[in-house]
C-alpha cells in the first residue's frame, strides 16, 4: 500500500490485510489512520520517494451483474 506524506511524497506502508468483504473490498486490520493519504489509482506509476500531486478519490463498493449470484 502507499500513501502520500504531507511534502507529496510517495511512502510505502506495510499494512496486516484481513478479510475480503460481500462488496469485494479488502478490509486492513492495522499499519494506517484515518488521516493517511491512501493511493488509490496510478499504482503502477507511483514509486516510493517520488512526488506527486494526491488528488481527491473515492472506492465504491462493486456490484455483481445481474444473475451472477455464487453457486
Known sequence: LFT????GTVVPKPVELGP?????LRVIRSGITPDDQVIISGLLRAQPGQKITPQPGKIEASTPPPGAAAQ
Open 20 to 24: 475480503v468483504t460481500d462488496d469485494n
Open 4 to 7: 502520500v506524506a504531507p511534502d
